[in-house]
């Protein structure tokens, strides 16, 4: 199962492991951390927002693994409700994590890195994200360079996400990609901005359909399988989670797995062409929806002409 360890820039020759385990809303973190780690992940993603750090440090102890066999993530995510600082965030993990060191310490949004990004980040550097112009001015005054940058990427933001790709990889940071799996659900009720995330495959219809299950079927995977695949063939840590024994059996055999280019330039073309909306359930094309939503818009405008002129 060859997912392999990625180099980090902190020059001190330590890597990270490209797949890793996430907590995020698990109903049974430590069962399941436990459960992830029996299995052979060795790599556990967590949060101060998830509130679960304590369980997930319960999992790992559960699984009896030598520590220096684990790798830990977690995040600054704000100092939780009493607002503590990133010291004594990085403090409080520790203790709830039940570990003396933290692999991969992170800022878990801009937003947190107060009260600005280079300060914030002077905070981690003494204690020794995101957006390629949140980078641009963190690279300006740091003097220990970030390692990792977390991101949210699958084939339907790509596009997007790649100018932050190139960036990363121009300053020898590693990308990690958070929710591989999932994208954000366009429903109509996103002109309202109520979004949820949604399993890539429970709707299906988009255009990835076709080329990934055209991969999968050549050979003989599911498609989930092909899509970390794919994930790891842009370079990137996948973070991925899920609470069936099988389910994380079939993304560790996902680092077997190796996309032509054919394959990736398949999945890019596709996925550039962005996921359909869904009004009650009728998934319809980006083009159509705008018109729809157009045509809503000019329908209430015209009844409000109406209204005017008869009285």
């Given amino acids: 199962m060859p997912w392999t360890n990625i180099p980090l820039n902190d020059g001190t020759g330590t890597s990270i492991p490209s797949l890793a385990f ?36 319960v999992g790992i102890r ?16 704000g100092g939780g409700p009493e607002l503590k600082s990133i010291k004594e965030s ?11 060191y933290i692999d991969l310490y992170l800022i878990h949004s801009p937003r947190w890195a107060q009260p600005d990004i280079p300060s914030a980040w002077k905070e981690l550097e003494d204690i020794r994200g995101r957006p390629g112009q949140d980078l641009t001015i963190l690279l300006a005054s740091a003097k220990v360079k970030p390692a990792v940058n977390q991101i949210l990427l699958h084939p339907y933001v790509f596009a997007q996400q790649k100018p932050i790709l190139e ?14 799996l999932m994208f954000v659900d366009l429903t109509f ?52 989670t899920s609470t069936k024994k099988e389910r994380v059996l079939g993304y560790l055999h996902a680092g077997d797995l ?45 009844l409000v002409l109406i209204k005017r002129i008869s009285i």
């Fill in 62 to 77: 559960d699984s009896a693994l030598p520590r220096d066999e684990l790798y830990v993530t977690t995040k600054f995510s």
């Fill in 22 to 57: 996430g907590t995020a809303g698990l109903e049974d973190p430590a069962g399941t951390v436990e459960q992830a780690l029996s299995l052979g992940v060795n790599h556990i993603d967590t949060a101060q927002i998830y509130g679960n750090e304590n369980e997930a440090g």
């Fill in 258 to 302: 190796e996309l032509t280019e054919e394959d990736i330039a398949a999945i890019d073309t596709a996925g550039a062409l962005g996921l359909p909306l869904t009004f009650s359930g009728v998934s319809v094309s980006r083009s159509h929806a705008r018109a729809l939503a157009l045509f809503f818009i000019f329908g209430l405008v015209l």
């Fill in 90 to 100: 990085f403090q409080d993990s520790l203790d709830k994590l039940g570990t003396t």
């Fill in 189 to 240: 009720l996103h002109i309202t901005r109520l979004m949820q995330y949604s399993p890539l495959r429970r709707n299906p219809g988009g255009p990835l359909d076709k080329p990934v299950q055209e991969i999968a079927t050549r050979l003989g995977v599911t498609p989930e399988q092909v899509l970390l695949a794919w994930t790891k063939a842009k370079g990137a840590v996948v973070i991925t």
């Fill in 167 to 180: 960036f990363s990889k121009k300053h020898g940071i590693v990308i990690e990609a958070y929710s591989p």
